[in-house]
Nanobody
Framework: VQLQASGGGLVQPGGCLRL?????????????MGWYRQAPGKQRELVAI???????NYADSVKGRFTISRDTAKNTVYLQTNSLKPEDTAVYYC?????????WGQGTQVTVSS
């Protein structure tokens, strides 16, 4: 499984970004896809996940502001981030889970600053 993430950038507080993650390869084996983030000096944390059945789950810190969705025809998962806060600044990583292992895409930087 290969993952290609895009959509990060610099945005002012209160702004929004849409992150995309396109999957290729053995996509039939994917059970769930999600987004993690890692801020400087902090551990990587789960932001949002969507299962192959469409069930979603979010970190408490982003509930009501972020939305994860997918386009199965494009094998792509999206993370719509709204009402961004400076504490959302981090490198965001796309993740895919199969029975055997986790796969990671390259990170995309999200910076929230005025």
């Amino acid at each position: 499984v290969q993952l290609q993430a895009s959509g990060g950038g610099l945005v002012q507080p209160g702004g929004c970004l849409r992150l995309s993650c396109a999957a290729s390869g053995s996509i039939f084996s994917i059970n769930a896809m999600g987004w993690y983030r890692q801020a400087p000096g902090k551990q990587r944390e789960l932001v949002a996940i969507i299962t192959s059945g469409g069930t979603t789950n979010y970190a408490d810190s982003v509930k009501g502001r972020f939305t994860i969705s997918r386009d199965t025809a494009k094998n792509t998962v999206y993370l719509q981030t709204n009402s961004l806060k400076p504490e959302d600044t981090a490198v965001y990583y796309c993740n895919a889970v199969t029975i055997l292992k986790h796969y990671w895409g390259q990170g995309t930087q999200v910076t929230v600053s005025s």
